[in-house]
């Protein structure tokens, strides 16, 4: 069976703080993987997108890296601020065209 | 990013009655999905919807769901008879190039009481 796991379920940081947030998959079989943020009540919104045949991708402050063989991926933020305080999901698309969601990882940065 | 507005924002209904829920996608896509995320839990994926056809479904979404796209615009999602389990957050996506990024509207929080 597909499945996506993050850990740690929730982090809590300092402002100004460098972060690493985990996901897992358990199939190599990955057409692409895209990280997500959710905040309270809210709808997704779409951070960062790698591509099976990429390592990693940048936007901004973000850089995600992938894995393929060890099916892992990692979202490292730079110089963390209170507002990017959200849920942060892990999707992954395993060759159809349903993405497998993680649980998330609950990010708290402390002013 | 494309955008992706959903209809309404919140529904509140009485279990055994039908809702359908909306999504407008401003651009012209091919590929939609409904996802669910019931509070606490994992998004979960519920179907996905190709030139028009479903392309593939999940065990969620039995006879009591169905998915159109009625007027060329609007993606429609409906719940035929609504059990207290449906109670989520539902999504809208389309997925858009070669990329197959998946964009997500805001959602609908379906309440079943």
């Known amino acids: 069976k597909q499945e996506v796991t993050q850990i740690p379920a929730a982090l809590s940081v300092p402002e100004g703080e460098n972060l690493v947030l985990n996901c897992s998959f358990t199939?190599?079989?990955?057409?692409?993987l895209q990280w997500f943020r959710q905040d309270p009540g809210k709808g997704l919104t779409s951070l960062l997108l790698?591509?099976?045949?990429?390592r990693e991708q940048t936007s901004g402050r973000l850089n995600a890296s992938l894995d393929k063989s060890s099916g892992r991926s990692t979202l490292y933020i730079a110089a963390s601020q209170p507002g990017d305080s959200a849920t942060y999901l892990c999707?992954?698309?395993?060759?159809?065209?349903?993405?497998?969601f993680g649980t998330g990882t609950r990010l708290t940065i402390i002013p | 990013e494309p955008e992706v507005t959903q209809t309404p924002s919140h529904q509140v209904t009485q279990m055994g009655q039908e809702v359908i829920l909306r999504c407008v996608p401003i651009?012209?896509?091919?590929?939609f999905y409904w996802y669910r995320q019931i509070l606490g839990q994992k998004v979960e994926f519920l179907v996905s919807?190709?030139?028009?056809?479903?392309?593939?479904k999940s065990e969620i979404f039995d006879d009591q769901f169905s998915v159109e796209r009625p007027d060329g615009s609007n993606f429609t999602l409906k719940i035929r008879s609504t059990k207290l389990e449906d109670s989520a957050m539902y999504f809208c996506?389309?997925?858009?190039?070669?990329?197959?990024?998946?964009?997500f509207g805001p959602g609908t929080r379906l309440t079943v009481l």
């Open positions: 790698i591509q099976s045949s990429q």
């Open positions: 651009s012209n896509h091919l590929y």
């Open positions: 996506a389309i997925q858009t190039g070669g990329q197959n990024e998946q964009f």
């Open positions: 999707a992954v698309l395993f060759g159809n065209e349903k993405l497998t």
């Open positions: 199939d190599s079989a990955i057409y692409n």
């Open positions: 919807f190709y030139n028009n056809e479903i392309s593939e």
